[in-house]
């Protein structure tokens, strides 16, 4: 099962992630992918992009990592809000 946090949580796993990587993408970025994310299919090319440049293998860690970035952050098809906060 997912773990699911907030935003600001999110956030901060996310920068922790990109820092402890010593990943070439921004936070920004990651939130602008999502945000103009047009098809789902973008969420499995924002986790190989992850995945590839960690080196990373697929586990929930990651999974759970991907999934509140997608959850939690705004997306221009969802007139600038989020998943969560679309739910009623």
Not at 5 to 14: G, H
Not at 60 to 86: A, T, Y
């Amino acid at each position: 099962m997912m773990k699911d946090f907030t935003k600001k949580q999110t956030i901060k796993l996310v920068q922790d992630f990109i820092d402890t990587n010593n990943m070439d993408i921004t936070l920004d970025e990651i939130q602008k992918i999502i945000y103009e994310s047009k098809e789902h299919n973008e969420l499995l090319q924002l986790w190989m992009m992850l995945c590839e440049k960690a080196w990373l293998q697929l586990n929930q860690v990651q999974i759970d990592l991907v999934m509140n970035c997608w959850n939690n952050f705004p997306h221009k098809e969802l007139w600038g809000k989020s998943p969560k906060e679309m739910r009623p």
